[in-house]
């Protein structure tokens, strides 16, 4: 055989095995993600409750709902429950106004950063997967990011001390006219680098950012976007039907939020950030996504305990937050783990009461402070969680602090002109 015919022979050798190389990489691809996607998670089933039980609850929260929210011109969807079992459920005012369509069970609303809690599933599964570190430096994901010392587990506690990207997206020189995206977000901290509030892990400082970057982590190891990983993982196996992960591709496609008085709220140039909230939900996905949390098929036990573990205690509160989750541990021993949220005119309480397994789920979408006050005070419709007095306002929530801070220098402006 010639010199030639040699070197062809070993060059069509060497693309036949590309090729074949090329195939199992695809293929053994293509398998982890129908694997993701065919995995189906079995709700457990309701726990009967005697018939007295049930018929003092639906009368108790029928009149607790009906004075606390119905009659202050509450606008989303309602639901309580206790062993899985639906006690209250209940739906109120319009998805679109202009034209009265009303809110019905369908109507998926955001949640705001109630979404954390499905960014702390999503990162401790992938942890228990062995893909991931919680004490894995976020430099590994962000080369030369200016921030050392953070870890993931920081990011998730919200303690990497890093700065909120609300305030600093807004403050910096991003034009208005366009939407922030997250990559947007890590090339300001790249490009930019705005202060950090701390050094990493020296206390706790709500950073809607530590999720932001939470979310490309994610795409990082996966391969794919949080969207189509949170759809493929999670809200298909557990048939949340009605739950997604909104992208700038949705726009004008949801239910939009409005003012108190009903006026729509306009949307900004932040909508285009996800990781830190942009879930929509209905009250009945969550609720199928509350009692999934009660299994160990979305994460083993001890794996599901830390995120429900307080991580900041430098000073005594009842206020505490684990990985993704908030918490409340009276000083009876009773716990509340739960997540408010707001975004624009969108409120959202989830909150899980642990020794009665009960369920409180309310989203609106339309401004109404009286929905965090509510769902505290219902906790005490089930047991002595001291709830009797008007509760704060998740006021650590930054997202809160943006939105009255916008508003104001908002009104500000429009007296000027008017002047």
Request: charged residues 20%.
């Amino acid at each position: 055989m010639s010199k030639l015919k040699n070197t062809r022979l070993l060059k069509n050798t060497l693309f036949a095995v590309a090729l074949l190389g090329l195939f199992y990489s695809c293929k053994n691809a293509s398998s982890s993600t129908e694997k993701t996607a065919d995995t189906a998670y079995q709700a457990p089933a309701p726990a009967p409750l005697p018939d007295k039980e049930v018929k003092h609850y639906k009368g108790l929260l029928s009149s607790f709902f009906d004075s606390m929210l119905l009659q202050r011109g509450f606008s989303g969807g309602i639901l309580v429950a206790k062993n899985g079992v639906v006690l209250y459920e209940n739906y109120a005012g319009f998805a679109d106004v202009g034209r009265k369509q009303p809110i019905t069970d369908t109507s998926s609303i955001h949640i705001a950063s109630t979404s954390k809690t499905f960014m702390g599933v999503a990162i401790l599964g992938l942890v228990q997967d062995n893909q991931l570190s919680l004490e894995d430096s976020i430099q590994k994901f962000f080369p030369g990011l200016p921030y050392p010392g953070i870890t993931v587990k920081m990011l998730l506690s919200h303690r990497s001390g890093l700065p909120n990207y609300l305030y600093f997206m807004s403050e910096g020189n991003w034009d208005k006219k366009k939407q922030v995206t997250n990559a947007d977000v890590l090339q300001t901290l790249y490009t930019e680098k705005p202060n950090r509030s701390f050094s990493p892990g020296r206390r706790f400082s709500y950073s809607n950012t530590n999720f932001v970057l939470l979310a490309m982590i994610i795409e990082k190891i996966t391969g794919i976007s949080y969207p189509d990983y949170m759809k493929l993982k999670y809200f298909g196996p557990l048939k949340m039907e009605h739950t997604f992960v909104f992208t700038l591709a949705d726009t004008g496609k949801v239910i939009p939020s409005f003012n108190y008085n009903g006026t729509v709220w306009d949307n900004d140039f932040l909508e285009g950030t996800y990781g830190d909230k942009n879930i929509y939900s209905t009250p009945k996905d969550l609720l199928k996504w509350d009692q999934a949390l009660y299994t160990e098929q979305l994460l083993k036990k001890n794996m599901l305990d830390s995120a429900f573990t307080p991580y900041s205690l430098e000073r005594p509160s009842i206020h505490n937050y684990g990985l993704g989750f908030r918490m409340l541990i009276m000083p009876n021993g009773k716990k509340v783990i739960y997540h408010f949220g707001r975004w624009h005119g969108y409120n959202a309480a989830f909150a899980r009461l642990m020794d009665e397994k009960a369920t409180i789920i309310i989203l609106g979408n339309k401004f109404n402070r009286n929905i965090y006050t509510t769902a505290h005070k219902c906790y005490d419709l089930f047991g002595n969680y001291m709830q009797g007095n008007d509760s704060e306002e998740d006021a650590e929530n930054a997202e809160v602090k943006t939105e009255v801070k916008k508003e104001v220098k908002k009104k500000a402006v429009v007296r000027k002109k008017k002047k």
